[in-house]
């Protein structure tokens, strides 16, 4: 299909592709506080991640950020699903949550931020990117063999912020 046939013309709803990685040392997920100085999500712990560049796909825009933030070069991520967010009337994030397991725990600093081992347990006592109180629960067990989950976030006239999951489907029941 030729480019001007993709539908990609200005009047289009517009994402911008960003990833976000989880990695798990035993009950304990990586998690990255954000620099006093970052414009988003200053002091704030959040997983590894960033946009997607051009020319890459999300699975090595995914390795590129773990090394980036993290140092670590990590093979075996898989995706654990995809969250549509609502950002402007005409434009928005697709974020592709990963999840992965570390050998060993490793921990450096980068213009990021400073990376920390979270014991999942402790979640409650950190200040948590809002969105991860809800995701790390969610991805925490999943294995490459799970189905991703599908999700939207949005926002109310507040700024309050919505989750809402895609019911599951059942592939079973589908081919009955």
């Not at 517009?14 to 954000?34: C, E, N, S, W, Y």
């Not at 970052?38 to 051009?54: D, M, T």
């Not at 009337?89 to 974020?95: H, K, N």
Request: glycine share 8%; proline share 7%.
């Amino acid at each position: 299909m030729p480019v001007e046939e993709q539908g990609a013309g200005l009047n289009r709803y517009r994402v911008i592709p960003r990833v976000l990685i989880f990695i798990f040392h035993q009950d304990a997920v990586l998690l990255i506080k954000g620099a006093p100085t970052k414009r988003l999500w200053a002091n704030y712990y959040n997983g590894i991640g960033g946009h997607v560049e051009r020319g890459e796909d999300i699975l090595s825009a995914a390795r590129r950020e773990l090394l980036e933030e993290a140092s670590l070069a990590i093979p075996q991520i898989h995706l654990c699903g995809t969250v549509m967010v609502d950002a402007e009337p005409d434009s928005g994030i697709g974020l592709f949550v990963f999840r992965g397991d570390a050998p060993a725990p490793a921990k450096v600093h980068s213009d990021e931020g400073e990376t920390e081992w979270v014991p999942v347990v402790d979640l409650e006592k950190y200040p948590l990117v809002e969105d991860l109180r809800v995701l790390i629960p969610k991805i925490t067990h999943m294995q490459p063999e799970d189905a991703p989950f599908a999700a939207r976030y949005y926002y109310d006239e507040g700024q309050k912020l919505h989750i809402v999951f895609a019911p599951e489907f059942d592939y079973g029941a589908a081919s009955s």
